[in-house]
């Protein structure tokens, strides 16, 4: 679409006639050549001498070329535009940070998809990638822990990048044990140099704290006070034999601070979980019209000057003329 952004631009219009009708023309001295017998001409004439002006007409093609320049110059400062389309631009609601567990127990191949086993970590990776791709308007950011906690991806709205990242992790890089309070600790840090206010956490891991540095409960009423809402999720049954899942400090850490917790033994419950969890932090992002302009302001002026410079060189062919 065209379009003028400063249409009140052309209401200057008129101005260049008003100025012609108001002011009184220019007046200039110019010597003259008088004859000797001019005295005597005048008297034989019976008329008396006097003093004369030359008025300086242009003629109509002059006119029209000013014209056309003025024009222009209003036509520059009305600023032309094309507007494309009216697009939808995404706004950042909230700061989503998934803190996952990649310890050695993660390499445990009970994980069941369509009678298929794998390791907990690859279906675990296979259906976080599904969730994170569908939180558009979130920023996301990746920690991962073991004996350490490290952070993958800061947070971004590039949820492609964080799904690259996700896919470049193995089990084993954090060390072999589970660190969760230090994993909630390293997550209320990065949340201090967020600017957003809405904090989400979603803490994954099939086990139960090392017992090493800050504990989970005392790392969860950190994130209380800071406002961050954690949401746990054990990976695994916790009534199968070998398995550690501390249940029940998931569950407290998500009842501090306003969370929920999820069980997921195979894909289909780690599915529904991800499903509830989009029901509870729905993505309500915030949208601003977005148009797409392309000044054209550039074309009338450089047409107003090369109208201009043709109309000088037009007065100086005519003047080159008269003096010939």
């Not at 222009?72 to 940070?97: H, I, N, W, Y």
């Not at 994954?204 to 017992?211: I, Q, R, V």
């Not at 049954?237 to 033994?265: C, H, M, N, V, W």
């Not at 894909?267 to 932090?281: K, P």
């Given at each position: 679409?065209?379009?003028?952004?400063?249409?009140?631009?052309?209401?200057?219009?008129?101005?260049?006639?008003?100025?012609?009708?108001?002011?009184?023309p220019?007046?200039?001295?110019?010597?003259?050549?008088?004859?000797?017998?001019?005295?005597?001409?005048?008297?034989?004439?019976?008329?008396?001498?006097?003093?004369?002006?030359?008025?300086?007409?242009?003629?109509?093609?002059?006119?029209?070329?000013?014209?056309?320049?003025?024009?222009?110059?209003l036509?520059?400062?009305?600023?032309?535009q094309?507007?494309?389309?009216?697009?939808?631009?995404v706004?950042?609601?909230?700061?989503?940070?998934?803190?996952?567990?990649?310890?050695?127990?993660?390499?445990?191949?009970?994980?069941?998809?369509?009678?298929?086993?794998?390791?907990?970590?690859?279906?675990?990776?296979?259906?976080?990638?599904?969730?994170?791709?569908?939180?558009?308007?979130?920023?996301?950011?990746?920690?991962?822990?073991?004996?350490?906690?490290?952070?993958?991806?800061?947070?971004?709205?590039?949820?492609?990048?964080?799904?690259?990242?996700?896919?470049?992790?193995?089990?084993?890089?954090?060390?072999?044990?589970?660190?969760?309070?230090?994993?909630?600790?390293?997550?209320?840090?990065?949340?201090?140099?967020?600017?957003?206010?809405?904090?989400?956490?979603?803490?994954?891991?099939?086990?139960?704290?090392?017992g090493?540095?800050?504990?989970?409960?005392?790392?969860?009423?950190?994130?209380?006070?800071d406002?961050?809402?954690?949401?746990?999720?054990?990976?695994?049954?916790?009534?199968?034999?070998?398995?550690?899942?501390d249940?029940?400090?998931?569950?407290?850490?998500?009842?501090?601070?306003?969370?929920?917790?999820?069980?997921?033994?195979?894909?289909?419950?780690?599915?529904?979980?991800?499903?509830?969890?989009?029901?509870?932090?729905?993505?309500?992002?915030?949208?601003?019209?977005?148009?797409?302009?392309?000044?054209?302001?550039?074309?009338?002026?450089?047409?107003?000057?090369?109208?201009?410079?043709?109309?000088?060189?037009?007065?100086?062919?005519?003047?080159?003329?008269?003096?010939?």
């Amino acid at each position: 679409m065209f379009e003028f952004s400063n249409t009140w631009v052309f209401f200057l219009f008129p101005l260049p006639f008003l100025v012609w009708w108001l002011m009184p023309p220019m007046r200039r001295k110019a010597n003259t050549l008088v004859a000797p017998f001019a005295g005597q001409a005048a008297e034989a004439s019976k008329q008396k001498l006097r003093r004369s002006a030359w008025i300086s007409r242009r003629n109509a093609l002059q006119w029209l070329l000013l014209l056309l320049a003025w024009i222009c110059l209003l036509g520059a400062l009305a600023r032309p535009q094309l507007v494309g389309q009216p697009e939808m631009k995404v706004k950042t609601a909230r700061s989503f940070l998934v803190a996952a567990d990649i310890s050695f127990s993660m390499a445990a191949r009970d994980w069941v998809k369509e009678d298929q086993r794998s390791t907990r970590w690859e279906g675990v990776k296979e259906v976080m990638g599904e969730f994170i791709s569908r939180r558009e308007g979130d920023r996301m950011g990746l920690v991962f822990f073991g004996t350490h906690a490290y952070l993958q991806t800061p947070f971004t709205s590039e949820l492609d990048i964080v799904e690259w990242f996700l896919d470049e992790t193995d089990v084993g890089m954090a060390g072999q044990m589970t660190s969760i309070g230090k994993a909630i600790g390293f997550g209320i840090r990065l949340f201090e140099q967020d600017t957003l206010d809405h904090k989400v956490m979603l803490l994954l891991t099939d086990g139960s704290d090392g017992g090493k540095g800050i504990t989970p409960l005392d790392a969860a009423y950190m994130a209380q006070k800071d406002s961050i809402k954690i949401y746990t999720l054990g990976i695994g049954d916790p009534e199968a034999p070998g398995s550690d899942l501390d249940e029940e400090s998931l569950k407290a850490i998500s009842e501090i601070t306003g969370g929920q917790y999820f069980r997921a033994i195979d894909h289909e419950s780690l599915s529904e979980a991800y499903d509830l969890l989009d029901q509870l932090e729905p993505m309500e992002f915030e949208e601003e019209e977005y148009k797409p302009v392309t000044e054209l302001y550039y074309y009338p002026t450089v047409a107003s000057i090369v109208i201009a410079l043709l109309l000088l060189f037009i007065r100086s062919i005519i003047a080159l003329i008269r003096r010939t």
